[in-house]
């Protein structure tokens, strides 16, 4: 009997090896799913982040993207279907309105009038006008920035590392759960990497647990 | 003054040109600026390029001829090539070397042939009157301009590495991602004569303008060919470092469309 979509691996990695910095003999991740990543600082997570976005290559083993290997498929039309977004969110030259559409333009896609971009900023409680320089704005600001930019994307699978990192805990909750319910609503596979394990049982219906490159557990989450 | 009514220098009037760089060299070592031996080495070294230039220019000009024309050509290029790697200061591979050669190449050979076939025109195209100094000025500017568009290139490739990859990973193509870096290098590289073209005629009468009204020219016909040359040496600066970026910038990316490390850049076959 065939698995419920739910199930359906996004990703599957098999002997994946990558310098000295990460090892995973085997690893299943689910689509339409929130996973969390958690470990210390040097332990691979980043590292794994950037081989699922074609961003670096194994160097021995096998990732599948829904059951093709990765290294069939072209980089630049995987990585406008699994978006990533780095622990320090990058800002490019212009206003507010040309860093929250430049993701759209990059992907070629459709571009949002005005309307559309005001309400993503909203829900990343962002309160600034679309013609405001983007590089004033605070780290966490521009966090929030980069995560309303993903969300205009609409990608099909969210990698994002650390996406709280620069937000206080009551940012960081509010932010949080309107990134989770957007994903979930529109049927994305979300994989986020933190160092908080609070944040992860709070937020992943799977933790994989990495330790020196290694996965020590993987573990399926009831959160609420 | 000779025959045409050009004061000629005579030796003692160029002796004395010398002595005012000495005065120079002097105030240099007083004021414990050490750059006595560049001064002494450069001035030594222009005399005798100039002297060997001359004396080939008058050959060429008693006995035209084409082949001879056209290796005096390549040689210029060669040199200009050779020339733009030793500005660069960074180690280059061997793939940009070869962008770098036949940027220049191209860039300057397209610029030459238009601005002697059409602009010249007529049956002078080939006369060593026109295409060596020509030649020589579109070369000499395009050399400078791809120095400056190199360097910025691989400083700005790697100082905006995250920029670029925070790109990469929202499904930019290489040249999308790199599309800053290109632009500053292209600005690095025309900033030079545009800033030359917005001071002519004001805050400066450049080189050759002067040395055609010097021998005897009207200024009027000597103006026409500085803003000629001017426009071509621009076309020429521009084509060269568009020939250049357009190709460069896939040097810092594989086949993945990954951003290389230097180090990866470096060894890229």
Not at chain 2, 136 to 144: D, R, V
Request: net charge positive; with cysteine.
């Amino acid at each position: 009997m065939e698995s419920p979509d739910n199930e359906k691996p996004v990703f599957t990695l098999k002997e994946v090896k990558f310098n000295d910095i990460l090892y995973i003999k085997e690893l299943t991740i689910a689509e339409k799913k929130t996973t969390a990543m958690v470990g210390k600082s040097g332990s691979g997570k980043t590292t794994l982040l950037k081989l699922l976005n074609k961003l670096i290559s194994p160097d021995s083993g096998t990732i599948y993207y829904r059951d093709t290997p990765l290294e069939t498929i072209d980089s630049v039309a995987l990585r406008r279907e699994v978006v990533m977004m780095p622990q320090t969110p990058v800002i490019f030259e212009g206003n507010i309105r040309e860093n929250l559409l430049i993701g759209l333009k990059f992907s070629e896609k459709k571009l949002s009038p005005d309307g559309r971009l005001m309400s993503v900023l909203q829900a990343v409680g962002l309160d600034k006008k679309l013609d405001e320089p983007a590089h004033l704005l605070s780290g966490g600001e521009k966090q929030r920035l980069a995560l309303a930019r993903l969300m205009l994307m609409v990608p099909r699978v969210w990698l994002l590392d650390e996406p709280s990192s620069a937000l206080d805990k009551e940012t960081e909750d509010e932010v949080m759960k309107k990134i989770m319910d957007f994903g979930k609503r529109n049927g994305s596979t979300i994989i986020f990497v933190t160092h908080s394990t609070p944040m992860a049982e709070k937020y992943a219906e799977e933790i994989i647990e990495i330790e020196n490159g290694e996965i020590v557990s993987i573990k399926q989450n009831q959160h609420e | 003054m000779n025959k045409s009514g050009i004061v000629d220098i005579e030796l003692w009037q160029l002796i004395a040109a010398y002595a005012y760089v000495i005065v120079l060299l002097v105030i240099v070592r007083i004021m414990g600026i050490k750059r006595e031996k560049i001064i002494v080495v450069s001035s030594i070294r222009m005399t005798l390029q100039l002297i060997i230039a001359g004396y080939v220019l008058i050959y060429l000009f008693n006995h035209p001829s084409f082949g001879f024309l056209l290796l005096l050509f390549l040689l210029m290029e060669g040199f200009a090539i050779n020339n733009t790697f030793t500005r660069v200061k960074v180690p280059l591979n061997r793939e940009l070397k070869k962008i770098i050669a036949y940027s220049l190449c191209g860039g300057t050979t397209i610029s030459l042939m238009y601005f002697l076939l059409v602009v010249i025109g007529g049956n002078t195209w080939s006369d060593p009157r026109y295409f060596i100094p020509i030649a020589g000025m579109l070369i000499g500017n395009s050399m400078t301009g791809i120095s400056l568009g190199i360097n910025r290139l691989i400083d700005s490739m790697r100082t905006e590495r995250d920029r670029i990859e925070g790109a990469l990973m929202l499904g930019a193509t290489p040249k999308m991602a790199s599309k800053d870096s290109v632009n500053k290098a292209f600005d690095a590289s025309i900033l030079p004569t545009i800033n030359s073209m917005l001071g002519m005629g004001i805050v400066f009468l450049p080189g050759m303008m002067t040395g055609q009204i010097l021998s005897g020219t009207s200024p009027l016909i000597a103006i026409k060919y500085q803003i000629a040359i001017m426009l071509g040496i621009l076309g020429s600066v521009a084509f060269t470092v568009l020939i250049f970026v357009h190709r460069a910038y896939k040097v810092f990316f594989n086949k993945e469309a990954q951003l290389l490390l230097p180090e990866e850049t470096d060894t890229k076959k």
